[in-house]
């Protein structure tokens, strides 16, 4: 160590009561182990740098009063008096100097272009670890006394938000942004953690052993421990390299030009403010937004959700869910973030969109603007492969895969009480379904080791395969109401084929080579179809299996997977079902001649065949479901008597009060049961739509 010689052009400072220190830049991954310091006169309590004019900020304790010295000159002058400050920190950008007020539990801020103090926030809640993220004026500190939270404002005093609440710390301290990765990091206890600014994404990363303040700095943690300063790559699990510092050694922070270099308008510094895509030019940069987005004013990107006549389509490569415009072929993309979709189903009726996740296994609903998100099932070892939804009652059928054919099976959810039932299990690779109510018909394929169409009443029973032997590889259905026809996809032969609900009279509608299809849809005349090696929804005439002109390849789309068609044809329903739900007390499936019902998995109907055991049945007359859609007519019937409505309103009031104390989702193989109540926090959460904020998950 070297007393009074010029400090590094970038390096660690560190300070201690009387002295200032500044360690080589090079000492992070042990190249070196020179510091350089100096005496100060005064009681030094905490301190903060201004690396472009070259001054250390500090508060000097002795005499109450904020000082800065100069790094060049070595000289030093009182710029303020009267402060108990702790924590100081310092804008660059607003060039404002931060810091907490002990005395009135406030956070104070001089300006150092006016000369004068502020107080931008009072009364605090034992405020401490003050930290500022100059880019946004945004500033960060930890508060509370029972309970330590980490806390977000604004130098123009924004409410102050609760990032991440006490249940979901230990005595955080330490608070630090890190402009380089835009992150917040602090210690607890030993361990220093993370999180993006708006609360997400919380981290653990090394345990420091004993540190009082640590910092992050490019791809390497830093820290101080009574007399050391150590250091280890962001990879490592412990410290790497260690050095003798300043003695009773009390705060550290990096001083480097390039973090306080002002790059607001490019793409190094928080993406350029763009939301989405940042483009560097000369000038500085320009704003562009994903596919079926529009750039706004604010450089954020939005999209005019469209509400009638579209074409809704799963892009698995990239995380979203797509509209395609059915008369035009333009292109919107839905608000919905963080996710993998892979099987997708819109209520036309609720304009509710359904969708499975491949990442979290979960089914969730939401509306076409990504708001009221709700968990509605959560599968486990199984993956959701494809959904459909039956008009008549509203509930939700789907295909899962599991590992083996003992955990693969098609299942249904109850719409209001979120109960589920195994309809059909033990099945290879199920993938796609399709659902034809009126006839009492569930279809669906399997491509595992047995490759097959098969049919079976709604309720799963009365299973039946296609007698065909010329099915090689069936992927998707879709089924016909105006002319009792079924469509599918043959991924091997890259064929669209099409048979009687009987499986009879098949034949090759039309080939596509090289494409490797994927799902299809119908829509009056027309067929609309994705493919593996097409990045477009290609429209094609179910008679003659000629193309029809509708969109152009669009190289922004990845894997295309699930469509579902939102456009002004009648649903189909079954009366059996739809009229005061069959009379039965929980599932109502449409048979090919009426009904049946069901009951959750594990629980038996009663000798009614009407009530679930445990439950008593209230007749309902006189009442249409809200699902029963238009009759032939057209005429949409919602008959509800008073009577009808309060008996049903007090059935599925004791009902649902039934499944919320007693449920389990599971499947009928016990290994992999998914053994979770029903969600009520998980829909809560998605519910009050501030991931991240007071929803805050490790």
Not at 559 to 581: F, G, R
Not at 596 to 602: A, I, S, V
Request: proline share 3%; glycine share 8%; aromatic share 12%.
């Amino acid at each position: 160590m070297y007393l009074g010689l010029p400090f590094f052009e970038r390096g660690f400072l560190v300070n201690n009561a009387s002295m200032f220190a500044m360690h080589d830049v090079h000492s992070k991954n042990g190249q070196s182990n020179r510091y350089n310091y100096r005496q100060i006169s005064g009681n030094i309590k905490t301190f903060a740098v201004d690396v472009k004019s070259r001054i250390i900020y500090f508060v000097d304790s002795g005499n109450s009063v904020l000082k800065k010295h100069n790094i060049i000159s070595q000289k030093e002058s009182t710029i303020a008096t009267g402060s108990s400050a702790k924590d100081l920190n310092f804008d660059w950008i607003a060039n404002l100097l931060g810091w907490i007020e002990e005395k009135g539990f406030s956070i104070m801020c001089f300006s150092v272009n006016s000369q004068t103090t502020n107080t931008i926030y009072s009364n605090l809640d034992n405020p401490s670890s003050l930290t500022v993220e100059s880019h946004t004026g945004t500033i960060y500190w930890i508060s509370g006394t029972q309970g330590r939270s980490i806390v977000r404002g604004s130098w123009t005093r924004d409410a102050p938000k609760v990032l991440i609440s006490f249940g979901k710390l230990k005595d955080p301290r330490s608070l630090q942004h890190d402009v380089t990765s835009n992150r917040l990091y602090w210690l607890e206890h030993t361990i220093i953690r993370s999180s993006k600014t708006n609360g997400m994404d919380v981290k653990s990363h090394i345990d420091t052993k004993g540190a009082t303040k640590s910092f992050a700095y490019k791809d390497f943690f830093g820290w101080i421990n009574e007399d050391g300063l150590y250091f280890a790559r962001k990879i490592a699990d412990r410290a790497e390299y260690g050095f003798n510092t300043l003695k009773n050694s009390k705060d550290v922070d990096v001083f480097d030009f390039c973090l306080q270099n002002d790059r607001r308008g490019t793409c190094h510094v928080f993406n350029g403010g763009c939301e989405e895509i940042c483009i560097p030019e000369k000038t500085g940069r320009k704003c562009e937004c994903d596919i079926g987005l529009q750039i706004q004013p604010d450089q954020s990107c939005d999209s005019d959700v469209l509400t009638s006549n579209f074409i809704a389509v799963t892009d698995f490569t990239h995380g979203r869910i797509l509209q395609i415009e059915l008369q035009t072929g333009n292109v919107v993309k839905l608000p919905l973030t963080r996710i993998r979709p892979k099987g997708l189903a819109f209520d036309k009726t609720t304009m509710t969109l359904f969708y499975s996740d491949a990442l979290t296994k979960t089914i969730t609903s939401s509306t076409l603007h990504g708001k009221n998100k709700t968990l509605i099932y959560e599968l486990g070892l199984t993956m959701v492969s494809n959904l459909a939804i039956d008009y008549s009652t509203g509930n939700l059928y789907y295909t899962a895969e599991g590992p083996t054919k003992y955990e693969s099976y098609i299942g249904v959810v109850h719409r209001t009480t979120f109960a589920h039932k195994t309809l059909i299990s033990n099945i290879f690779k199920p993938n796609d379904i399709a659902l034809y109510p009126s006839k009492g018909y569930l279809f669906w394929t399997e491509f595992g080791d047995m490759t097959e169409i098969g049919r079976a009443s709604m309720d799963g029973t009365s299973r039946f395969y296609f007698p065909t032997t010329e099915i090689r590889l069936p992927h998707y259905l879709a089924k016909d109401y105006k002319s009792d026809r079924l469509y599918w996809t043959d991924a091997f032969k890259n064929s669209i084929e099409t048979s009687d609900l009987n499986g009879g009279h098949q034949y090759v509608l039309a080939y596509e080579n090289g494409a490797t299809l994927n799902d299809i849809v119908v829509y009056g005349q027309y067929l609309f179809y994705t493919a593996w090696q097409r990045q477009r929804i290609t429209k094609m005439d179910k008679l003659t299996g000629s193309r029809v002109n509708f969109m152009s390849d669009h190289p922004e789309f990845g894997n295309l997977y699930s469509l579902d068609i939102d456009a002004d044809e009648i649903q189909d329903v079954n009366p059996s079902c739809s009229i005061a739900n069959g009379q039965c007390s929980m599932f109502c499936f449409p048979s090919p001649t009426g009904r049946t019902c069901g009951c959750q998995d594990n629980v038996n109907l009663q000798p009614d065949q009407l009530t679930c055991e445990g439950e008593q049945r209230t007749v309902v007359t006189d009442q249409t479901y809200l699902y029963s859609g238009l009759f032939a007519g057209g005429a949409f019937i919602l008959v509800m008597t008073i009577v009808g409505l309060a008996c049903m309103m007090k059935r599925r009031n004791t009902s649902r009060l039934s499944y919320e104390r007693t449920y389990h989702h599971q499947t009928l193989n016990s290994v992999y049961d998914t053994i979770q109540d029903v969600y009520e926090e998980p829909i809560k959460s998605f519910q009050d739509g501030s991931e991240g904020e007071k929803n805050f998950h490790d």
